[in-house]
């Protein structure tokens, strides 16, 4: 069963910088992606940031040059050091697993919040 630690949220002034990881303590057999979701309040979840197996990188338009997404296969980790912080990016970050079969499996959340 996979299960997905998430550690490195807080709170940090605007301009500053954060990095999460996301360890994934199951299999990584059938996997095809790892990424950070976010959901701020009122808001639907949105992607961050996923890179796939394959070491394809895709992010979204709000956060790039300022996030970037990494992992490290050996330690089935996922990172995502976040620079130039900004308070529109205080959210719940998710980690998330995607399955070659379309299963996708989510942390609990990591609070970010981006304030002065």
């Known amino acids: 069963q996979v299960q997905l630690v998430e550690s490195g949220g807080g709170l940090v002034q605007p301009g500053g910088s954060l990095r999460l990881s996301c360890a994934n303590s199951?299999?990584?057999?059938?996997?095809?992606?790892m990424g950070w979701y976010r959901q701020a309040p009122g808001l639907e979840r949105e992607l961050v940031a996923v890179?796939?197996?394959?070491?394809?990188?895709n992010y979204a338009d709000s956060v790039k040059g300022r996030f970037i997404i990494s992992r490290d296969s050996a330690k089935n980790t996922v990172y995502l050091q976040m620079n130039g912080l900004k308070p529109e990016d205080t959210a719940v970050y998710y980690c998330?697993?995607?399955?070659?079969?379309?299963?996708?499996?989510w942390g609990l959340g990591t609070q970010v919040t981006v304030s002065s």
């Open positions: 998330n697993v995607r399955y070659s079969t379309g299963y996708n499996s």
């Open positions: 890179i796939t197996t394959g070491g394809s990188i």
């Open positions: 199951g299999s990584m057999f059938g996997v095809n992606a």
